[in-house]
């Protein structure tokens, strides 16, 4: 959705609607691990994941949260807008297991906007959902700096 930083600058909750779905593989997952060397047998030891808790090799939850940058970028572009700096996270809760080969999608909402110094610090409601399951796999409020 295209929204400009004077539309932001009124205050009013906005849905930004749901993510294209993207599909979390697993040379995702073990490429993660590599970088991150988070190397726990529930990610990347699929004969010993898939007979464990998950039923199959799961996401780490850092690399499902992630993506959140990735969805913004999809659902809200701020044309008059200089500058995205990624302000941290009020909440976050990892409320489902994502796993390997899962389609996920994130809907978004613009909640809360007020002005810190030549920007806006805009707190971002989400919600991660996982193809085919009622459950999330995040909720949370994500802030992130416009000006």
Do not use: C
């Amino acid at each position: 959705m295209e929204v400009t930083l004077e539309q932001l600058r009124r205050n009013e909750p906005i849905d930004l609607g749901v993510s294209e779905w993207f599909t979390v593989e697993q040379d995702l997952i073990n490429k993660f691990s590599e970088l991150t060397t988070d190397d726990q047998w529930i990610h990347v030891d699929i004969e010993r994941a898939t007979a464990g808790p998950f039923g199959a090799p799961i996401a780490h939850g850092y690399l499902v949260a992630s993506l959140i940058s990735q969805f913004l970028d999809e659902l809200l572009v701020i044309p008059d807008r200089s500058l995205t700096v990624n302000y941290g996270i009020d909440r976050l809760r990892f409320t489902g297991p994502v796993r390997a080969g899962d389609r996920i999608r994130m809907h978004m909402t613009v909640d809360d906007v007020r002005e810190k110094g030549d920007g806006l610090i805009t707190s971002l409601g989400m919600r991660l959902e996982i193809e085919g399951r009622d459950k999330p796999a995040i909720v949370g409020t994500a802030l992130f700096r416009f000006s």
